[in-house]
């Protein structure tokens, strides 16, 4: 029986083998043009020479390993571009990774440009030195709640890999205002940084920070207790043109300046993640409105106490990409942040709203929204008191098709287009 790699000759009784043919180039060129991942597949089944072309051009795995599987990995996949060894935090496995898997990897990937280790709690800063000394051409890193790592190991990082565009350090409560130095100082094109739960991040990191890296267009510092207006003055001032997504959750010590000083110079910003900010008043919330109405699209004000309906009429008016919208837990807010929307004739971009615990919204309210909200797919108005389910349907409210309205806790479902998620 002729192999699979094998074709018949309709002019010859012999069989031609394609593998005597092709070249492993014009092999690769096939492979290019398989859409799927079972194609690509199905294209490795063919023969050990179609196996082995397939593993060479393979960019990215996702894998559970220990040192003998990843040097077995390493020898089939020569081209790997991306190693994914994250853990789940609820379904994690012993030993889980660790500092000789990460030596492993940092000598046989030298390819690698992403290499994904949230939630490996078992590695340590020599695992981290050992990445830095191996792998020079890494973009991305995300060791976010690995939380043995210091500014020892992530140094190493910084020092050696230049060409860092993404890093996550969410959860690395032990990294200081040193590793930011040491990336502006060594990663000019940085673009992404996550410093989630890193309290000991001051104003006087951030500012070293942007120093020398003014590419940045998303910055995580939620539940950085220790920033202030002066650490975001300085951001939005290096940043002015490619920061696009802050987030600034539970920051308390954040107030006006910050928000001012970002109405101000970053006209590009579409995300802010201000919840918990309470010291945010109406006076800079106009400002944002008005400064970056045309790009903003995302964003959470939840529990933001000092804000009232001046600042939601105002956003509702001049933010005209807005999709994303929390107010949750906001008690001044009233029917009257609608009232606006009256003098509106073009339909909002609005996709999602919470406006869980406002305990001032009512019917009339809702009705407002509704009448210039067609793309709603998500309403969250749990603990309104004025707000039920009978009272929608007795008042005949026509809420748009396929949109999901949450009246109360037991029929909450943390939707597609979470706010935890931006």
Same mark, same amino acid.
């Given at each position: 029986?002729?192999?699979?790699?094998?074709?018949?000759? /309709?002019?010859?009784?012999?069989?031609?083998?394609?593998?005597?043919?092709?070249?492993?180039?014009?092999?690769?060129?096939?492979?290019?043009?398989?859409?799927?991942?079972?194609?690509?597949?199905?294209?490795?089944?063919?023969?050990?020479?179609?196996?082995?072309?397939?593993?060479?051009?393979?960019?990215?795995?996702?894998?559970?390993?220990?040192? +003998?599987?990843?040097?077995?990995?390493?020898?089939?996949?020569?081209?790997?571009?991306? $190693?994914?060894?994250?853990?789940?935090?609820?379904?994690?496995?012993?030993?889980?990774?660790?500092?000789? =898997?990460?030596?492993?990897?940092?000598?046989?990937? #030298?390819?690698?440009?992403?290499?994904? $280790?949230?939630?490996?709690?078992?590695?340590?800063?020599?695992?981290?030195?050992?990445?830095?000394?191996?792998?020079?051409?890494?973009?991305?890193?995300?060791?976010?709640?690995? %939380?043995?790592? #210091?500014?020892?190991?992530?140094?190493?990082?910084?020092?050696?890999? +230049?060409?860092?565009? !993404?890093? !996550?350090?969410?959860?690395?409560? +032990?990294?200081? &205002?040193? $590793?930011?130095? &040491?990336?502006?100082?060594?990663?000019?094109?940085?673009?992404?940084?996550?410093?989630?739960?890193?309290?000991?991040?001051?104003?006087?990191?951030?500012?070293?920070?942007?120093?020398?890296?003014?590419?940045?267009?998303?910055?995580?510092?939620?539940?950085?207790?220790?920033?202030?207006?002066?650490?975001?003055?300085?951001?939005?001032?290096?940043?002015?043109?490619?920061?696009?997504? @802050?987030?600034?959750?539970?920051?308390?010590?954040?107030?006006?300046?910050?928000?001012?000083?970002?109405?101000?110079?970053?006209? &590009?910003?579409?995300?802010?993640?201000?919840?918990?900010?309470?010291?945010?008043? *109406?006076?800079?919330?106009?400002?944002?409105?008005?400064?970056?109405?045309?790009?903003?699209?995302?964003?959470?004000?939840?529990?933001?106490?000092?804000?009232?309906?001046?600042?939601?009429?105002?956003?509702?008016?001049?933010?005209?990409?807005?999709?994303? @919208? *929390?107010?949750?837990?906001?008690?001044?807010?009233?029917?009257?942040?609608?009232?606006?929307?009256?003098?509106?004739? %073009?339909?909002?971009?609005?996709?999602?709203?919470?406006?869980?615990?406002?305990?001032?919204?009512?019917?009339?309210?809702?009705?407002?929204?509704?009448?210039?909200?067609?793309?709603?797919?998500?309403?969250?108005? %749990?603990?309104? /008191?004025?707000?039920?389910?009978?009272?929608?349907?007795?008042?005949?409210?026509?809420?748009?098709?396929?949109?999901?309205?949450?009246?109360?806790?037991?029929?909450?479902?943390?939707?597609?287009?979470?706010? =935890?998620?931006?």
């Amino acid at each position: 029986m002729a192999s699979s790699a094998e074709i018949s000759d /309709p002019t010859n009784s012999n069989a031609v083998c394609i593998n005597d043919v092709l070249r492993d180039d014009e092999l690769r060129a096939i492979l290019t043009k398989l859409d799927t991942d079972k194609d690509k597949e199905l294209f490795s089944l063919v023969c050990n020479r179609w196996l082995r072309v397939q593993s060479s051009e393979r960019r990215r795995i996702c894998a559970r390993a220990g040192p +003998h599987m990843l040097r077995r990995i390493a020898v089939r996949f020569t081209r790997l571009h991306e $190693l994914d060894l994250s853990q789940s935090v609820s379904r994690s496995f012993y030993p889980g990774v660790t500092d000789s =898997d990460l030596a492993v990897i940092a000598s046989a990937f #030298t390819s690698l440009r992403v290499l994904l $280790l949230q939630n490996c709690k078992g590695i340590t800063d020599s695992g981290i030195v050992a990445v830095g000394s191996g792998l020079s051409s890494l973009q991305t890193l995300d060791v976010s709640y690995c %939380r043995k790592l #210091t500014d020892i190991g992530l140094l190493n990082v910084a020092q050696s890999c +230049h060409d860092m565009r !993404n890093l !996550n350090l969410a959860g690395c409560r +032990h990294i200081t &205002n040193a $590793l930011l130095e &040491n990336l502006a100082k060594n990663c000019p094109n940085l673009e992404e940084l996550c410093l989630e739960g890193c309290t000991r991040i001051t104003d006087l990191g951030l500012t070293l920070l942007v120093g020398g890296c003014q590419k940045i267009n998303y910055l995580s510092i939620n539940k950085c207790s220790s920033i202030t207006d002066a650490g975001i003055s300085s951001i939005s001032k290096s940043c002015p043109f490619s920061l696009r997504t @802050l987030k600034m959750l539970d920051c308390f010590r954040i107030g006006d300046e910050s928000i001012l000083s970002l109405a101000k110079y970053c006209r &590009n910003l579409e995300t802010l993640v201000i919840g918990g900010c309470r010291e945010i008043s *109406d006076e800079s919330m106009k400002s944002l409105a008005a400064g970056c109405g045309q790009s903003l699209k995302n964003l959470r004000m939840d529990w933001c106490s000092n804000i009232s309906d001046v600042s939601l009429n105002s956003i509702l008016a001049q933010c005209i990409n807005l999709e994303i @919208l *929390d107010i949750g837990c906001c008690e001044e807010v009233t029917d009257s942040a609608f009232q606006g929307l009256r003098s509106n004739e %073009r339909q909002l971009s609005l996709k999602l709203l919470k406006a869980n615990n406002c305990l001032k919204i009512t019917m009339a309210g809702i009705s407002l929204l509704l009448e210039l909200c067609s793309c709603l797919k998500y309403l969250d108005v %749990r603990s309104c /008191p004025y707000v039920t389910k009978a009272g929608c349907e007795e008042a005949g409210l026509q809420f748009p098709e396929h949109c999901k309205v949450v009246f109360d806790c037991s029929s909450y479902l943390d939707p597609g287009l979470s706010l =935890d998620t931006i």
